[in-house]
Structures are given as C-alpha cells and as structure tokens.
C-alpha cells in the first residue's frame, strides 16, 4: 500500500478521547462517528511544494444501526442530512472524516475498501476524497486512509498541538 506523504489528517486531543469514549460505548463491536473540520492548502516551509491538512474540529460519534465486530452501518439517512445541514451551515464545517472502529487492528477491512470504493465513485461531492480514520478497539491506536486515484492509500495523523 502507497503512503501519502503530502496530506495530513489533524484533530486536537479533544477529538481523539472523544473517539476514544465511542470506541469504548461500542466495543466490542464496531463504533462509528463522522469528524467535521476543514481542509487546507499549504505550502512547506523549505521547499516549492504543497501538502494539505485535513482538520478535525467537530466530531459526532453515532450509534451504529448494526451491532457488529465485523461492520457498522447507518440507516438513519435523516439524521445524517441533519448533521450534515448543522455541521455546514452553521458551523461551516465539511465531512473530512468517517471515523469507525475494529476490535483488533487499524487497517481497512474488505468491506472497508467496498465502501470506499462505492463511496469514491458515487459522485456525492461530500464524500469525495474523505479520509476514513480506523481506531483498533483494544489499544486505541489509529490509522487513516484515503481512496483517491483507484487506489488507497496510508495518510498521516497528527495531533493538534
């Protein structure tokens, strides 16, 4: 798998207990939740080159409608407008994540990369180029990952200092 080094998915410590608290609410089976923030352009200080960070500033952990250790799944598409309308309107935040969790590991499973896939060529502007963050139930360890260019690929996490 390619690793991305020119995006950077960024969320304050704030972010990552709160994940932490719906990975725990959830265990052992999946937890899943959508990370709001916004992306930016920016340019690294010594070279000629750009890089972008995605920022997480709101996170919203939602109870997934499938209790599961191998699959989350949200059926409650008016909620989901609803969080949306809020996250973008009011707040002038865009979908940069979808947040889930794994029992054990932090890697995409094959439903995982489905999805993304699906996602990826839905041509839903929201879901282009979104992250999917993947928190391993046990040790809270997180990785993220990005379908771009019919492939996926690793991306940086970074917390906010």
Not at 19 to 44: D, H, R, S, T, W
Not at 101 to 127: E, T, V
């Amino acid at each position: 798998m390619k690793f991305e080094k020119d995006i950077y998915l960024v969320f304050s410590n704030h972010i990552i207990e709160q994940m932490i608290q719906c990975v725990n609410k959830a265990y052992p089976n999946e937890a899943c939740g959508l990370l709001f923030g916004e992306k930016q352009e920016k340019i690294k200080k010594e070279e000629v080159d750009y890089y972008y960070e995605y920022i997480g500033k709101k996170f919203i952990c939602i109870e997934s409608d499938e209790k599961s250790p191998i699959g989350f799944l949200i059926k409650n598409e008016e909620n989901l407008n609803k969080i949306f309308i809020e996250s973008y309107k009011e707040l002038n935040m865009k979908l940069i994540s979808i947040f889930h969790s794994h029992p054990s590991g932090n890697h995409p499973s094959r439903i995982d990369l489905k999805n993304m896939k699906i996602l990826d060529k839905s041509n839903l502007k929201s879901f282009k180029y979104t992250i999917w963050s993947i928190m391993d139930g046990k040790d809270k360890s997180m990785n993220a990952f990005m379908y771009c260019n019919n492939e996926l690929v690793q991306i940086n996490t970074e917390e906010l200092i």
